[in-house]
């Protein structure tokens, strides 16, 4: 990528007030000057530069040669290619719509893993195992503030197995992962693994490919969640409380098949059309192109038939090599992608839909569209 003298005053116009920012924070986390912050209030979700250093839109040390924000950045020009080649040494074709990678279904053994994730507990199972034997010393992940009650995303470092099952599950408002990495280095780690949607899942390519100095390095490994959206917190009181009566203070469990599903403390299962949550989509997911978290060593979701399994998406060597470790140490099971058809035609379907997104007039390569699918 040719930078020349890009930095914070080009990365404001061009992303962060474009429409284009998913508000990931990776300029955040790569500024070496600490003159990037973040906004998380009120659904803002969005990176901004402090006014003592030359304004909003301007900075005084990217006028003095400083690119670091833009070479973090997943969404910043010719992005999508840049990360293609850097990872997998070519541009995927027009049919590979959700990214270079091989399909499979897989679980975990372990019934307490199981129990505590989300549609089988892979991303648990292989949280604990990378942290166990030696692959990370800790991993970004999100976490329910305070007991939970409030639903509400944080960013959190997890360094063991309890850590890891505290925070299994999912969310479906937005939690800023990557915003955990200066906890994570202030525990001393120096292989630290992401966990996040497309939007957090290409940054680590993006700032290895753009050679963004130390965060690079120890953003070692990827692990990607398929995401179609995420929504304002406003949900839960305007359209969960007000028209189905759910308090959030009352849910503990929340899984999107097609429809919104919500478990609350009585034992009581809800279902609210995922039609009605459309109007609480987060701004920063409008444009993203990317479901499939294309960019991830190793991408996951649960969209099949089997509620039990996660649909994982096995992208680069360090992904493939992982998985033989989980297999051959009986952390997991797996069955073949083909064995749920209608998960890896959903898939496709979702990533097309996604890709549709990216605006016409900005770098082609996101809106490129399969003419067929097999």
């Not at 505590?116 to 999100?142: K, T």
């Not at 360094?159 to 915003?179: K, M």
């Not at 919500?262 to 009605?276: C, N, Q, S």
Request: proline share 4%; with cysteine.
């Amino acid at each position: 990528m040719a930078l020349d003298k890009s930095h914070w005053k080009e990365l404001y116009t061009e992303v962060v007030t474009s429409g284009l920012c998913t508000g990931c924070a990776a300029c955040v986390i790569a500024c070496p000057r600490d003159v990037l912050d973040y906004n998380a209030l009120d659904g803002v979700y969005k990176p901004f530069h402090i006014d003592t250093d030359g304004g909003t839109d301007d900075c005084t040390h990217g006028e003095k040669g400083c690119t670091m924000c833009v070479r973090a950045c997943p969404r910043y020009r010719n992005w999508e290619s840049e990360v293609d080649i850097y990872r997998f040494g070519r541009e995927r074709s027009d049919d590979e719509v959700y990214g270079i990678g091989d399909v499979f279904l897989a679980r975990a053994k372990d019934p307490e893993l199981l129990q505590a994730g989300q549609d089988g507990g892979f991303v648990s199972a292989l949280l604990i195992h990378a942290l166990e034997n030696d692959v990370i010393d800790a991993a970004l992940v999100s976490g329910l503030e305070g007991d939970g009650s409030t639903w509400r995303g944080e960013p959190r470092v997890v360094t063991n197995r309890a850590d890891v099952i505290a925070t299994a599950g999912s969310r479906y408002t937005y939690s800023t992962n990557l915003l955990a990495y200066p906890e994570a280095i202030a525990g001393g780690a120096e292989r630290i693994a992401v966990v996040g949607m497309g939007c957090m899942a290409s940054a680590p390519g993006v700032m290895q490919s753009r050679k963004a100095g130390k965060v690079a390095r120890r953003l070692s490994l990827t692990i990607g969640l398929l995401c179609s959206k995420t929504f304002d917190d406003a949900i839960f009181e305007e359209l969960f409380e007000a028209k189905y009566g759910l308090a959030r203070a009352e849910i503990v469990k929340m899984n999107i098949k097609g429809v919104f599903q919500i478990w609350t403390r009585d034992g009581a299962f809800h279902e609210v059309p995922l039609k009605e949550a459309h109007a609480f989509t987060r701004e920063g997911c409008t444009n993203c192109p990317d479901f499939a978290a294309e960019h991830a060593d190793i991408s996951t979701g649960g969209i099949g038939a089997f509620g039990d399994w996660t649909l994982v998406i096995v992208r680069t060597e360090q992904g493939r090599a992982l998985m033989s470790r989980l297999i051959d140490a009986n952390a997991i099971e797996t069955r073949p992608g083909d064995d749920d058809p209608g998960a890896v035609a959903l898939l496709h379907k979702l990533a097309r839909l996604s890709r549709k997104r990216w605006p016409e007039t900005e770098v082609p390569g996101p809106r490129r569209i399969p003419v067929t699918i097999n």
